[in-house]
């Protein structure tokens, strides 16, 4: 279960931040997750929960957005929009397209309290 050490990343980031932005909590998370970056939300849920015990985001509200990906086909040129590895080209049909975007996660907006 990978959703663990990312979590458990989160709560380091989140420290870090603390220092040098001066918060004493944090109170909400927002995460921005790639369709496929092959993390597992309700995993990620549970395991944030146990991260956070006795840390500055103990207790925090963790939301998660879906974003979705980007390629462009090999075959036209064109970007695309996708929701799988294997979905073909909407424009031309072909499986050959470059991912370019949707496989990241990021922290998109943190509430604090100092």
Known sequence: MHELSIAESIIELLEEHAVTHKFKKVTKIILEIGVLAGIEKSALFFC?????????????????????A??????CHLQ?????WY???????QLLINITEGEQMKIKSLEVEN
């Open 70 to 75: 980007q390629g462009v086909c090999q075959n």
């Open 80 to 84: 695309v929009t996708t929701t799988g």
């Open 87 to 93: 979905e073909p080209c909407p424009y031309c049909g």
């Open 48 to 68: 944030f929960d146990v991260a956070a015990q006795n840390s500055l985001a103990e207790g925090a509200e963790l939301l998660i957005e879906d974003k979705l």
